[in-house]
């Protein structure tokens, strides 16, 4: 374990997500002074211990490194003091060394750097959305170099992230000036069930068959709360709508007609860009089901692989094999989709860089126009983060060079990276990318990263988000246990009133 002591209560989550990209194998606590004297912690599991001093009223922040030998690397900063400086400066106008948080972040960056002998591809970064930097700044009037000079000063990111981040930046800017999305929202609709929990999933998820009865009333659930959205946002326009889960394709064709059916006849979707419902597991896929969506206007679907080896599917948990995957996307074709997603997952147990070259090589011989390339990320509800706990860590290649491969797949397709977020204990430091054929790329996925609009989501276990015009954002939540949620959904709804009163 790795033992950060702070003398004030600031910043512990960059502190804690800075520490871990550096150290992935470790655990980390992060502790205040008055914290750590209240905690019983064993010294004998300590690696090493990071002490941080905030001195306010100087204007310094110093750090020290003590390692397990007892040796001391000590450093400091100095900067604005706490009450003076703004952390959100992304307009390259203040100094990059003026902001507390970002001085702290330089500081540990660079002593952490020394300590392990190599640098992190997104630098100092630890939030989810690096591509609203060059966004706000192009927004700003800033150009390329000042955008690029500002990413590896202020926080290290590597040449090839930058350049990833800023042409994302760029094609997410194209997309979102054809949109008329300051007037308008989207709504995601989550389908909570699943034919098994992946080993690596920590989504809210029950499994259908024990559910299966349970369904027809769930949707009754979900029709209450399209009714107020209805009601809520009449005359507004829709931009995108996004059904996910869970899987939404363990609802059966009927059901499925039901869903969508009701929420066109509620809500005008006349000028909807996009309509797209997770298909995500080929197990629960049948043509059918495919032919309901299609008949009820859903133009985008992902029909998701993760890996193409059976003995993987068979470790994580996914209850389907690779020729049952592909048969599911060849039937999609047939059934006239023509804007399918593939969603791969790179880091993998036991998956190596030739898994990868596999994988992309058969996927290739598919072409899909959306694929979505993840780095694992090991969620803390997951069974893979209790299977880590038990039996430690596992590598068995280098993530890097798998989304090398990766990108290279996906560019001999013509599919070129439109956005781009990371996620807590990501596998290599690295980061999700979607890449998709010229005009396939996902809208909602846009309009949800860049959280420029308002998205209305309905379903056990959602998040609504408020985006207010100067920017703010405000959110509320729907409980996560279907059965709470069906016996507290006027409630629900309650809280979406207040939230847009």
Not at 62 to 91: P, Y
Not at 411 to 420: A, F, N, V
Request: glycine share 8%; aromatic share 8%.
């Amino acid at each position: 374990m790795i033992l950060v002591r702070i003398n004030k209560d600031r910043y512990k989550y960059d502190i804690h997500s800075l520490v871990k990209a550096f150290y992935p194998k470790e655990d980390v606590s992060v502790v205040t002074d008055e914290e750590y004297e209240n905690k019983e912690i064993d010294e004998k599991l300590i690696s090493f211990r990071i002490e941080i001093d905030f001195s306010e009223d100087a204007g310094k922040i110093t750090m020290k490194i003590i390692r397990k030998d007892g040796t001391i690397c000590e450093a400091s900063v100095v900067c604005d003091n706490e009450t003076g400086g703004s952390d959100s400066s992304t307009n390259g106008t203040k100094s990059s060394l003026s902001t507390p948080k970002n001085a702290l972040k330089q500081m540990m960056y660079r002593e952490l750097t020394k300590e392990i002998g190599h640098e992190l591809p997104w630098g100092s970064l630890t939030g989810i959305r690096p591509t609203r930097i060059p966004m706000q700044m192009l927004e700003a009037g800033k150009d390329v170099s000042d955008i690029k000079k500002y990413m590896k000063e202020t926080f290290f990111v590597s040449d090839e992230k930058t350049n990833l981040a800023y042409n994302i930046a760029i094609r997410e800017k194209a997309i979102l000036d054809d949109i008329n999305y300051k007037d308008g929202y989207s709504i995601y609709l989550g389908i909570p069930f699943c034919p098994t929990t992946c080993l690596y999933c920590s989504f809210t998820s029950f499994p259908i068959v024990t559910w299966a009865k349970k369904v027809d009333s769930y949707l009754s659930c979900l029709e209450k709360e399209i009714d107020y959205v209805s009601e809520a946002f009449k005359g507004k326009t829709v931009n995108s709508v996004y059904v996910g889960g869970g899987t939404p394709t363990t609802l059966s064709p009927d059901q499925m007609r039901r869903l969508i059916t009701y929420l066109r006849d509620r809500v005008d979707l006349s000028s909807c860009r996009e309509f797209t419902v997770e298909s995500g597991r080929p197990d629960s896929i049948t043509r059918d089901k495919l032919r309901a969506m299609k008949e009820c206007g859903v133009d985008r679907i992902s029909v998701n692989p993760q890996t193409m080896s059976d003995e993987t599917l068979k470790r994580i948990g996914r209850q389907h094999t690779v020729s049952q995957f592909i048969e599911a996307y060849n039937t999609a074709r047939e059934e006239g989709f023509d804007n399918i997603n593939m969603d791969i997952i790179l880091g993998l147990p036991g998956e190596t860089e030739k898994d990868v070259e596999h994988t992309m090589s058969e996927i290739e011989k598919l072409h899909p126009d959306d694929l979505t390339v993840h780095s694992l990320s090991v969620k803390r509800g997951s069974r893979l983060a209790e299977h880590i706990r038990n039996n430690g860590f596992f590598v068995a290649g280098d993530t890097g060079s798998m989304m090398k491969i990766a990108g290279e797949g996906a560019e001999r397709m013509g599919l070129s990276p439109y956005y781009l977020y990371r996620q807590k204990n990501i596998s290599g430091n690295l980061e999700n990318t979607g890449y998709a054929c010229e005009g396939k790329a996902g809208i909602y996925n846009i309009l949800m990263m860049e959280e420029v609009q308002s998205i209305v989501a309905i379903g056990a276990g959602t998040v609504t988000k408020r985006v207010y015009g100067d920017g703010r954002i405000e959110r509320c939540d729907n409980v996560k246990d279907v059965t709470l949620y069906m016996n507290s959904i006027d409630e629900m709804i309650e809280r979406k009133k207040k939230l847009f009163a």
